[in-house]
C-alpha cells in the first residue's frame, strides 16, 4: 500500500481530486455529471478505522504486529535443523495448549492451507464407510463435489448430500452415528456457523466426522470430543500466513489411518499420512511432509504469543463477539441492511455476511466507494454468494475499527442510491 507523509497525503489528495472534478473544456456530459456528483458527496460522517483491512482471507495482522519482531534465527535454515524442528514443534504444542486440545489427539502441520489440510483427510480416509455430506455455501459444496466427482465415491458407498440456501443450516440431525460425516464449522461465504456443542454428533458413533473449522479455530468453542479431524489455517482468525494447514486427528481418526487402505486410490507424496498401515507419525511432531516457511512459522508463533496476550482462546473469542454485537446493534438500526442468517444461533462472529436493499450493481459501487475512501478493503460478497458483503470480524480487527466502520456502511448506501 502506498503510504505519504501527512503534507504529502494532502498534496496528493488535493491532485488527485484536481484530476476527477476539473473537467477539460468540451468533455461530455456523463463525465461533467460524474465530476457533479463527486462535488455534491456528503460530509464524512465520522472518523475512519484506524485500520481498513476487513478482509475474510488473508485476514488483517494482529495488533501491534512488525516484522521486525520475528525471531529469525530459524530463516536460512533447514527445516529438519535442530532449531527448525524445535521451532515446528514448539507452534504444535502451543497451538494445542491453547486450543485445549485433548492430550491423546493428534496435531500437525501440512501443506496448502486448510484446503491441503481437509482433502488429505478426504483422500485418506473415506471410503469405508457411508458418508453424510452436510454443506450450506461454496466451500463445503467444493467438499461434496470432492466426494462424488473426484474421489468417484458413490462408486463403493453411499453418499447423502444434506443442503441449505446461503443464510440457513440443512437438518443436521438427519446425518446418521454409524457414517462418515463431512461439515464446515463455520461458512465463511454465507455467515453460517453450526450451533454450539454439535449436539447432533452421537457420542456413541462408529463414523468418523471430518470438519472443516478454518474460520472458526480461535473464534469458537471447538468441541474436540465430537470432532475426529478438524482442519484450520494459519491465515484465518490469527491472521497469519497462507499456504500452511493445521490437521488435527482424534484416535478414532488414527485407527481408520492404520487400518483403511482405499483401493485404486493413488496419493500424492504431500497427501501420504500412513506407510505399510502405520501413522507417519513424524509429521505431528513438527517433521513436515514438505518444506514449510520458517518465516510464516515464525509469524505463526508471533500470533499465539499475541494470542496468549489478550486472554487466549477464550479473549480471542470474546474479541470476535464483541465485533459481531457492534454489526448486531447497527443492522438493528437500520433497515437498508440485515444478516444473511437471520438466527443469531447460527450467525458467525467472523465472517459476517449482510444484505444490503441495494441492486447488485449498486452492492459493487457500494464495496468500491469505501475502498476508494479506504474505509473497509476487500468487504465484497464471496463470489458464489448472493450479492452482499462480508465484514470479517476476527479477533486481529480491533472493536474500535468495527465502530468507526459502521457510520460509513450507512454513508455508501446513501451515496450509491443518490
Not at 457411508?130 to 459444496?141: A, L, N, P, Q, R
Not at 441495494?358 to 479506504?374: D, M
Not at 458483503?389 to 468507526?404: L, N, P
Amino acid at each position: 500500500m502506498l503510504r505519504f507523509a501527512p503534507t504529502q497525503a494532502a498534496r496528493a489528495a488535493a491532485f488527485a481530486f484536481s484530476q476527477q472534478a476539473a473537467p477539460a473544456v468540451g468533455s461530455s456530459v456523463a463525465a461533467q455529471a460524474l465530476t457533479a456528483r463527486f462535488m455534491s458527496a456528503a460530509p464524512a460522517p465520522g472518523p475512519k478505522p484506524a485500520n481498513p483491512e476487513f478482509s475474510s482471507g488473508p485476514c488483517k495482522k494482529h495488533p501491534g504486529f512488525s516484522m521486525s519482531n520475528l525471531p529469525t534465527d530459524s530463516l536460512g535454515r533447514s527445516h529438519r535443523s535442530k532449531i527448525g524442528k524445535e521451532r515446528l514443534k514448539f507452534s504444535i504444542d502451543e497451538t494445542k495448549r491453547m486450543l485445549g486440545i485433548p492430550e491423546d489427539y493428534l496435531v500437525g502441520i501440512v501443506p496448502a492451507s486448510d484446503t491441503g489440510a481437509y482433502e488429505m483427510a478426504m483422500w485418506n480416509m473415506l471410503g469405508a464407510k457411508d458418508i453424510d455430506v452436510c454443506h450450506w455455501e461454496s466451500f463445503g459444496k467444493g467438499w461434496f463435489a470432492d466426494a462424488i466427482s473426484h474421489l468417484k465415491l458413490r462408486d463403493t458407498v453411499e453418499v447423502t448430500e444434506h443442503t441449505a440456501d446461503y443464510g440457513e443450516l440443512p437438518d443436521l440431525t438427519q446425518t446418521k452415528k454409524d457414517r462418515d460425516i463431512l461439515f464446515t464449522f463455520n461458512g465463511t461465504t454465507s455467515g453460517v456457523r453450526v450451533r454450539d456443542g454439535c449436539d447432533w454428533i452421537a457420542d456413541d458413533r462408529t463414523g468418523l466426522t471430518l470438519c472443516d473449522a478454518t474460520s472458526a479455530v480461535f473464534a469458537m468453542n471447538m468441541p474436540w470430543e465430537k470432532l475426529d479431524v478438524t482442519t484450520y489455517s494459519w491465515q484465518k482468525v490469527l491472521g497469519g500466513e497462507g499456504a500452511h494447514g493445521m490437521l488435527i486427528l482424534s484416535p478414532r481418526a488414527v485407527e481408520r489411518l492404520e487400518s483403511f487402505t482405499p483401493e485404486n486410490r493413488p496419493l500424492p507424496k504431500i497427501f501420504r499420512l500412513a506407510k505399510k498401515g502405520k501413522l507417519e507419525a513424524g509429521i505431528f511432531k513438527g517433521a513436515t511432509i514438505n518444506t514449510p516457511s520458517m518465516m510464516a512459522v515464525e509469524d505463526y508463533i508471533d500470533a499465539l504469543a499475541w494470542a496468549e496476550s489478550v486472554g487466549g482462546n477464550d479473549g480471542l473469542i470474546k474479541i470476535s463477539n464483541n465485533n459481531l454485537s457492534v454489526v448486531e446493534k447497527f443492522v438493528a438500526e437500520n433497515d437498508f441492511i440485515d444478516f444473511l442468517a437471520k438466527d443469531p444461533t447460527i450467525r458467525s462472529n467472523t465472517s459476517v455476511c449482510c444484505s444490503l436493499d441495494l441492486t447488485p450493481e449498486q452492492i459493487k459501487a457500494f464495496v468500491a466507494l469505501l475502498e476508494k475512501e479506504n474505509v473497509a478493503l476487500d468487504i465484497g460478497g464471496y463470489r458464489d454468494a448472493p450479492p452482499s458483503i462480508r465484514i470479517w470480524c476476527g479477533a486481529t480487527v480491533e472493536t474500535a475499527d468495527v465502530e468507526a466502520l459502521m457510520p460509513w456502511l450507512k454513508w455508501a448506501y446513501e451515496e450509491v442510491r443518490k
